[in-house]
Each structure stands twice: as C-alpha cells, then as structure tokens.
C-alpha cells in the first residue's frame, strides 16, 4: 500500500514535481506514464527514500519515508533506471551482498537466492563478472536484486528497456504474477505494457497528474466520441457521400472515398454509446440494410493510450 | 555492525576482483622498499633503526590512503550504484563507517605487508621490539586519519581522479604544514597552531618510539570528525 498526499519535490529550488496526491493498494500494479522531465522518476527516489519530499507526505505500508526511511527501504524492492551494478562482482557476489544488505540468513537466504534466480533467468550466469553481461541480462540481475527479499512494494522504473521481445514478454509475466501480492509501481514510456499489465495508469505531465485511472477508463474518459470505419460494397456505381446523413446519430464524416467503382471507404464519427443506448455499430448496420448496401468491414477504433498520451501532454502544456 | 561489515566485504571483494587494490599496494611495497634500500642505503649506513624507514610514511600515506579511497564513493557515483546503495536499508553512519573500515582494512593489509622488512633486518641486528610496534601504531593511527579524509573528499568529488588528486594535495598539505614554521621562522602560538594540526608532526613521537595521548587522540578525532562530515552530507543530499 502506497499513498502520497500532495507530494512536493524541487530540486535546488526548481520544483519537479507539484502537489501529486494517489493511492495505490496492495495486488495492484500501477503505471506511472509521461514524457521525459514529468515526475515519474523523482516520485520513485522519494518513495525509495533516496530523497525526502520538500512538502506534503508519501506513505509505504503507513510508513512515512521521511520519518523512517530505513523501515520504509526494508519493505521496498527498487530498480532504477540506469540498474546500477558493482562490475567488479560476479552475479551471485552481487546477489549475495544484496542479500547482506537485506538481512537475510541460513535457509531462507538460500531460498531466496534460488527464487530469484529461478525468476529472472540467471541461474546459466551466476559465475560470469556484472561487466561482461549483456543488457538483457543485467536487466535481470537488476530485477533479482529488487525482488530477493520478497518486498511487500516493488518500484521499478522502466523495467524492461534493453530487453528483447521474448524477455520482455517473460518480464511482464512476472511483474504481473508479483503483483497480485504486492504492491507494484513502474514506470514505462511504452505504451503496451501498461495495457498489457497495469490495473492503474497515472499519467503524469510536468510534475502534475495530467490523468488517472484504470487503462481502459481512461480510454473512455478521454474519447468522447466512437469513430467507425466502414468498408461498403455499393450496389450501383455511384456514390453519393451525402446518404450516409441517413444514419441514426451520425455526427460527421471523417473521411470518404472510393476504394473502387464498388467499394467505398468511410470513416464516422458517433456519439459514445452509453449502457442501454444503440452501440454505434448497430445503427450503421441498420442504415446499410435499409438502404441495401453490403457491409464488408465495420471496425470500432479504439482511441489508443499513444493518442491519449499525446492528447493528454500536448493540452496540458497550457495549463 | 551486520551491515557494516556487509558493505566492508563487498568494497574488499570489489577491490581484490579488480587489479588496483593489487597495484596500489605493489607500488607502495616497491616504492617504500627502494626509498630504504638504496636512497637511504639501508645497509651502508649499518645501523640497526628503522626510523628513516618510518619516518616517510606520513607522505607516502598522502599518496596510498588516496588510491584506496578515491574510488569509494566516486565510483558509486559513476555506476550509479550510489542509488542502489542509499535506497538499501542501510543508516549513513553504516555506509560511511563500512567504506572506511573496508579502506583502512586494505592500508593495513599494504603496511602489514612490510613486515618482512623489520624481519630481515632483525637477523642483521639487535632491533627494538617496542619502538617498532609503536612505530606501526602510529603508521596504523595516521592512516586511519588519512583514510578518513580521502574517503569524505571522495564523497565530494564528481569523479576519481578528482578524489585523488584533490585528496593528495589536502593530506600532503596536512603533512608538509609543520615544516613551515620552521622554514618561515615562525614561533609561539601561529607555529604551534600549525604544529597541531600537521599530520606528520603528531607522527614524530611514534617514530621515535613514544607513544603520547594528545597524539592518539588528534588522530583519532581527525578520523572521527572526517567519518561524521561524510555522514552529514550523505543526509543533506537527500533533503536538496
């Protein structure tokens, strides 16, 4: 369980990150999203207890960071960014003063040691040197540092940079099987991995939340509008833009054009369907029966998290 | 203390699995060997006294204490591991007393290694036992000093070469400083001022084989005040 309450932080007097206030509960994995310079790493160095918030508070497990940072780093497992490794050790001298640093002893060291191994891939390593391991690699090394303690929290600022398709694949796996018992933090630019593992999104811009929410939600919040694409087969060779004015709730015309002397490529703006409401697809099919055409594609765009993203951080640079 | 010596280990293990601890005390054994042997011509002279020997040490200290400690915290900084290591659950006070022990550890191992020096000069002569040891002890004390005062310019620095140079010229400073009363013809409380905070003045009575408390207890408060100012800035930092 984290909270922050109206978390402030500047450096040198120019304020990183204004007044950021969230929750995120235990089996929870939460995405903290936004361009370079917006807050996500320097929330995480304040709940790490690498730096103290200039105001307001940041909670772990109830735990205020700047009255008691060692109990707050004992329950926390952290990767940074830049995965910082001692290059001289060998993997498991490294995991083993990680081990030193945790307090962890005869069996259940062990344990965890083999666990975290397992986990991330390193058990074909443990006896190369940090500096002759490739990124992929250290990445997890990184990661079996976070996660050898079995931190009730786990922060983890981009995870999988570096990696390639399959390990971030067996990355996000794990990320996600870790966080239905814990409480996980990261923070990514990609914007897949939240969808594909996130039960929360904040997406922060300029040291402010710009949004919040499930990733789905905020989808929905955000669209306002269905956009439909729709790929007809026209009966007769022409075809007048003009008839799809006879569709129920029809709100503009995107785009229109002709494929082939048959086919017409359409792209239409509806009003979001609201439960109980037609969806917009249903009116279209209806308006396509009526007037004797044949549908040969209907597609709902969904407005994706990058258009979010972009929407959200360009309007925000107003504010 | 666990987390001390964790820290201690992983800087010592660091140190061996790289070749400059190796090097650095190779070179001091080489150097401090052929300043005995053949500039102070050990064995023309024919006496049976290691003073000479001994009596360097405070400047070939200003250059090995340096190399030992210009990596601590400068290298931490250049990997990155600085974040790891401060958002592991150790108190500054453990980071900062772990670097140094694991520091002073290797200068001990370096003047352990001489040894064999007194050794083979006992075969030649009758030596001192008691003076030797206090000579060690006195070695022992000012490079715990000096320790100290490499590790926290260390914590000062952006980088390693820095760290050693800006420590070399602080500790050959606080070496070669009892010499300018001398030289300036300075005298009453500005040379004894100067005096007292040399470390190589408070080295004489341990080479001559006398053990003084006031000595004992300037080193020990050097490395104490050092050790607590790296301390100090590692919890400013995080408030900046």
Known sequence: MIELRELRKSYGGVEAVHGVSFAAETGSVLGLLGPNGAGKTTIMKVLTGYHFPSSGTALVDGVDVAEDPIAVKRRVGYLPESVPLYQDLTVSEYLDFAADARGLEGPSRAAALERAIGACGLSGVTRKKVEDLSKGYRQRLGLAQAILHDPPILILDEPTTGLDPNQIIEIRELIRSLGKSKTVILSTHILQEVEAICSSVIILNEGRIAAQGAPSEIGEALKGEERIRLRLKTVSATFDQGRLSGITGLRSVASCRAESAEVVVAELVMPPAKSGDIEAGESVFDWAVASGLKILELERRRLSLEEIFVKLTQEGEGR | ?240
């Open chain 2, 1 to 240: 203390m666990k987390n001390v010596l964790a820290i201690a280990r992983r800087e010592i293990k660091s140190a061996f699995n790289s070749p400059v601890a190796y090097a650095v005390i190779l070179s001091y054994l080489v150097f401090t060997g052929i300043y005995l042997y053949f500039i102070r011509g050990f064995y023309a002279v024919g006496q049976a006294d290691l003073r000479d020997y001994f009596s360097i040490m405070p400047v070939v200290l200003a250059f090995l204490a340096p190399a030992l400690t210009m990596r601590s915290w400068a290298e931490e900084r250049r990997l990155g591991t600085y974040e790891l290591l401060l958002t592991l659950p150790f108190t500054e006070g453990q980071l900062v007393l772990g670097k140094f022990l694991s520091s002073f550890a290797l200068a001990a191992i370096a003047l352990l290694l001489t040894i064999p020096v007194p050794l083979m000069a006992s075969l030649l002569g009758s030596f001192d036992t008691g003076v030797l040891i206090t000579q060690y002890l006195g070695v022992l004390l000012e490079a715990a000093a000096a320790v100290a005062i490499g590790e926290w310019i260390s914590s000062l620095a952006k980088n390693q070469v820095s760290a050693f140079v800006g420590s070399v010229l602080v500790l050959l400073a606080l070496v070669l400083v009892d010499k300018v009363s001398g030289f300036l013809g300075l005298g009453g409380v500005v040379a004894s001022v100067i005096d007292w905070i040399s470390l190589a003045f408070h080295y004489d009575s341990f080479s001559r084989g006398v053990i003084d408390t006031r000595d004992l207890a300037y080193y020990l408060s050097a490395a104490v005040l050092f050790l607590y100012l790296s301390a100090w800035g590692l919890t400013r930092r995080k408030w900046s």
